[in-house]
């Protein structure tokens, strides 16, 4: 919801992981990260690239994904290098 990612964003969310991270949903699963310093955030997965989208301007991001969870990796871009 806007009032736990408002809560994570302002460092007041009592239990973030409840929030972040990978969860299921009702047409497969969503990736949630916070990070707070970076441009852009795509979630590696299965080969394919996918771009997260900035849901705060204070660095909440998330990506929708089709099909059953597998493992991923984050790429990081912020004004420095990527990550």
Do not use: C, N
């Amino acid at each position: 919801t806007s009032g736990d990612i408002e809560a994570i964003v302002r460092g007041r969310h009592h239990d973030v992981f409840r929030i972040l991270g990978p969860h299921e949903t009702a047409t497969g699963w969503q990736v949630r990260t916070f990070q707070p310093q970076a441009e852009s955030v795509s979630v590696l997965v299965d080969g394919k690239v996918i771009p997260m989208e900035r849901q705060h301007p204070g660095g909440f991001f998330a990506a929708d994904l089709e099909g059953g969870r597998h493992p991923y990796k984050l790429r990081i871009t912020d004004s420095h290098a990527v990550t």
